[in-house]
């Protein structure tokens, strides 16, 4: 399904891979979908093999684990576990991608992907951020995030629209080969959409960042490992701190 829509889904393909990514429907009008509250699926961004590169390489870079929080310095992960009642809610492993720091474990390996995702993102929202901090502004963030076999999951959450506006989901993990079931769902004005079908691996999900979503549980029903199978994703965010007050 290219260059589609149904109720709350818009599905596109990506017609070049070049520094930022190009799609038959104008960027314009892909982002005013997007904050109109459809959820955008740009099929074939990025290389599978390339991909899937990245992946193995955040895996063999067995990042430190930190305390959450804004550990800038180098990559990080951390690890949550999380029951909302007697059931699992949130289960998955973040890692924190130092994309602008030389010589870190892993973060540079991670930059022209991360790179191509914020070009795209700044195209889409006309915002001047990148993953260097300003003075006016702070540094965009690139994560990692794994979702392993056997329940991985992140239940229903949102958070504030600014200072991302358009929230970017990077799929690096392949439908049918290292997962089974479970990925991206929303809470669209249009109903519940899920975008799993559609959100193969190199591909990119577009969603208003303030829209309800959860990652459904991959692969309930194997045992849990934390091997690197499972789902994996990259995304970017915008820096949700506020600013410090300027001193003179």
């Known amino acids: 399904m290219i260059d589609s829509k149904v109720d709350g889904l818009m599905v596109v393909g990506a017609l070049s891979r070049s520094s930022s990514i190009d799609t038959s ?3 314009h009008e892909v982002a005013a979908a997007v ?18 590169r990245l992946r193995a390489a955040i895996v063999a870079a067995d990042l430190p684990f930190r305390e959450p929080g804004f550990h800038e310095s180098e990559s990080w992960r951390n690890r949550r576990e999380v029951y909302a009642g007697t059931e699992l809610d949130i289960l998955y492993d973040s890692s924190f991608l130092a994309v602008e720091r ?16 914020a070009a795209y993102w700044r195209a889409l929202t006309g915002d001047p951020h990148t993953f260097v901090a300003e003075p006016n502004r702070r540094a ?45 769902e929303f809470e669209t004005p249009f109903g519940v959409v899920d975008a799993t079908p559609y959100h193969d691996i190199g591909d990119v ?38 600013l410090e007050p300027v001193t003179v």
């Open 25 to 27: 429907v104008p960027t």
């Open 35 to 52: 904050l109109a509250g459809t959820v955008v699926v740009v099929k074939n961004a990025f290389a599978r093999d390339e991909l899937r």
């Open 102 to 117: 030389p010589g870190d474990t892993i973060g540079p390996a991670a930059r022209s992907t991360a790179e191509r995702m």
């Open 140 to 184: 965009l963030r690139c994560w990692a995030m794994q979702y392993p076999a056997g329940g991985g999951c992140f239940g229903w959450h949102q958070h504030k629209l600014e200072p991302t506006k358009i929230g970017l989901i990077l799929a690096l993990s392949e439908i049918g080969v290292d997962f089974r079931s479970g990925g991206s």
């Open 205 to 242: 999900c577009l969603f208003r960042y303030d829209m309800r979503h959860r990652v459904a549980p991959v692969d309930p029903e194997r045992q849990r490992r934390w091997d690197g199978s499972g789902r994996w994703t990259v995304l970017i965010q915008g820096d949700p701190r506020p």
